[in-house]
């Protein structure tokens, strides 16, 4: 087939569907066409799981952060002790190991993964891990009975993923 006769096929589907008021369903098929192409391609969407380093402050917390972080942890953790039977006002205190540890994408080779080139060529992280916790002090009223303390230790350790000789437990 030639131009011309390519060009009017095309000029008479768009009168017949103009004709019976189809037409708009024609350019909304289009359109819904490209925007699943876009969707499917990943244009305008970023997983929440891998990203780039673009500033390494986003990544690493500084000190304050940090403290910050860690403040919470204590306060939170004292709120949970103070919901166990036998314990009174609790005091916690929360040590961090260090600060966040950046998981990168790894090709088969087992090198990093990058992004774009030269200077602006950054490594593509798969996850950001929180601060590990080394270990955790009570004191609360009613910390110096046995089943409390076996109670409180159970509980910290399950609730943060630590061995039970990280967690200590003293009475006020």
């Excluded at 096929?9 to 909304?28: H, I, N, Q, S, T």
């Excluded at 673009?54 to 917390?61: G, I, L």
């Excluded at 403290?67 to 306060?75: G, I, R, S, T």
């Excluded at 990168?104 to 891990?129: H, I, K, L, M, W």
Aim: glycine share 12%; charged share 20%; hydrophobic share 40%.
């Amino acid at each position: 087939m030639d131009r011309d006769t390519k060009s009017k096929r095309a000029r008479g589907l768009f009168d017949f569907l103009r004709a019976r008021g189809k037409l708009w369903l024609l350019v909304g098929g289009v359109i819904v066409g490209v925007f699943l192409l876009l969707l499917g391609s990943g244009i305008g969407t970023q997983s929440k799981e891998t990203g780039t380093l673009t500033d390494e402050t986003a990544v690493y917390e500084n000190a304050a952060d940090l403290a910050a972080y860690q403040k919470e942890l204590e306060k939170e953790l004292a709120a949970l002790c103070q919901s166990v039977a036998g314990v009174g006002q609790a005091d916690v205190m929360v040590t961090l190991g260090s600060g966040r540890r950046v998981v990168y994408v790894t090709d088969e080779n087992g090198e990093v993964a990058t992004t774009g080139t030269g200077s602006a060529q950054r490594a593509v992280y798969r996850t950001v891990q929180p601060p590990t916790v080394v270990g955790v002090g009570v004191v609360c009223k009613g910390g110096d009975n046995p089943h409390v303390q076996r109670a409180l230790t159970d509980l910290i350790s399950t609730t943060l993923g630590i061995t039970t000789n990280r967690v200590f437990v003293a009475g006020k």
